[in-house]
């Protein structure tokens, strides 16, 4: 409510398109193991989401011990010290 008052209701995004500036999405990501990229490409992207580097490509450059290596992600937690 705060950054509300402040005038940060809205989002840069949303500032840009009332300035008339044309959007541009993200076409294709490298950063996210497909698996981990596939929500935000269905609830932002409607699908649309491409990734530039397929999972084949990706194994092997870590040395981590994946509880399951075809989806390289887990979920800890942490109840502090």
Not at 9 to 20: A, I, N
Not at 42 to 59: H, K, V, W
Not at 61 to 71: I, R, V
Request: hydrophobic residues 35%.
């Amino acid at each position: 409510k705060k950054a509300a008052k402040a005038g940060l209701g809205q989002s840069l995004f949303e500032r840009m398109v009332m300035l008339q500036l044309k959007p541009i999405r993200l076409q294709v990501q490298y950063r996210m193991h497909p698996c981990l990229s596939e929500f935000p490409s269905n609830t932002f992207y409607e699908g649309d989401l491409q990734n530039g580097i397929s999972a084949a490509e990706r194994e092997g450059t870590s040395d981590f011990p994946w509880p399951n290596p075809l989806k390289p992600m887990f979920f800890y937690t942490s109840l502090g010290l």
